[in-house]
């Protein structure tokens, strides 16, 4: 390995950066050549690379949003596109690439390193929907923003003595909702992966809590579920309590990485390059069970991933 290419693909996740500049530093550290590759697979194919040092890499580590930026890129996902972005790669000498990303981007990673660039793969997303890992870049830092976010809104709706629905991001995966149930006191989380629709039985808990004396009733609902607005309005004319829905949206995806998202990055970033410098590919970055480890790309996809029924249980019980 002489040259390695580093990209950012998908969703942005705060701490990126700092997966970028670990991947620069640690090539570097190593005597190896990195080129930046903007705009992800979009940019590999517009051949939009540039040459990167380490100063390249100064003044990101606390800032949110990749300085590669980030895009979707449609005609990666054929073969042609595929055999293109190996050929550009061959054509500029890159022949290791980090892919920070999620499961689509290491989907396109599998294909390049099939082409014959080895690639390795790294977890950036807030959703944490990643089967192989218990962590993912920007994830620590989004649910902290929706955190903070959630207890504004809950003072102005005690203050109102309103009931509040708060709709978080996470795609189709509840891991932001269900770690804000635990850390906002939510009077009700609802979780795309545990839903069923019940909203009567979410209309008697509200006026079961009010007759309680209950001033507010905060309900976190996961993006995967949605429709926060028209379940206010339907929730109002049931129980005749003020109800209002606040969409927290793209605020989460932005913003300083926390400590940990800066570390976690930094370090998968570091190991992403080892791994190429070891010679491997295929292979993503992973902290599973305590420990950073890799996983063979097609493995890690075909694992699954569920909400745990424990913490779940625990984040209702903790609600009275
Ligand atoms: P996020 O978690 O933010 O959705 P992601 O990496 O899963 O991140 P996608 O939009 O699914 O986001 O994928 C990013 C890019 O990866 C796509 O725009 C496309 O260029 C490439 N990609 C996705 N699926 C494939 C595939 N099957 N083969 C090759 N490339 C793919």
Known sequence: IKTIGVLTSGGDAPGMNAAIRAVVRTAIHNGINVKGIMRGYAGLLQEEIVDMESTSVSEIIHRGGTILYTARCQEFTTAEGQKKGAEICKKHGIDGVVVIGGDG???GAGKLSALGINTIGIPGTIDLDIACTDYTIGFDTAVNTAMDAIDKVRDTSTSHERCSIIEVMGRNAGYI????????????VLLPERYDGNEQALIDRIIENRKRGKKHHIIINAEGIGHSVSMAKRIEAATGIETRATILGYMQRGGAPTCMDRVYASIMGAKAVELLLAGKSNRLVAYKNGEFVD???QEALA???DISEDQFRICKLLVR
């Open 177 to 188: 909702a269900l770690w804000c149930g635990f850390a906002n006191g939510a009077e009700d």
């Open 295 to 297: 996983f063979d790309i």
């Open 303 to 305: 694992m699954k991933k």
């Open 105 to 107: 981007s290491f989907k």
